[in-house]
């Protein structure tokens, strides 16, 4: 059993940045492969990114690609969703989560344990 509790959501003008955190329960986190995803009012939940469970390697939407960052620290359980230039559209509620599987993936239902969002709202 894993728990996810992100933070560091807020409002951020058009062309900002802001860096949200997810910590997790449990001394397991380092066996975890974590995403990113998002959800908009009105849409869909969406993938944003991945990092496998050594950080060797990273997965990103095509629309964040080169603006957001993920990185973790097992030591701390946590991962970060660092977001640059950052516009309207990324308006969303950012969620974390576990996938226990070996690779990197976009999938949600791959995804078994999830936090319960933070909000990032961008003014234009």
């Known amino acids: 059993q894993v728990q996810l509790v992100e933070s560091g959501g807020g409002l951020v003008q058009a062309g900002g940045s802001l860096r949200v955190s997810c910590a997790a329960s449990g001394r397991t986190f380092s066996t975890y492969v974590m995403g990113w995803f998002r959800q908009a009012p009105g849409k869909e939940r969406e993938f944003v990114g991945a990092?496998?469970?050594?950080?060797?390697?990273?997965y990103y939407a095509d629309s964040v690609k080169g603006r957001f960052t993920i990185s973790r620290d097992n030591a701390k359980n946590t991962v970060y969703l660092q977001m640059n230039s950052l516009k309207p559209e990324d308006t969303a509620v950012y969620y974390c989560?576990?996938?226990?599987?070996?690779?990197?993936?976009?999938?949600?239902?791959?995804?078994?344990?999830w936090g319960q969002g933070t909000q990032v709202t961008v003014s234009s």
């Open positions: 989560a576990a996938d226990p599987g070996v690779l990197v993936t976009a999938i949600p239902r791959r995804y078994r344990y």
């Open positions: 990092i496998s469970k050594s950080a060797s390697s990273t």
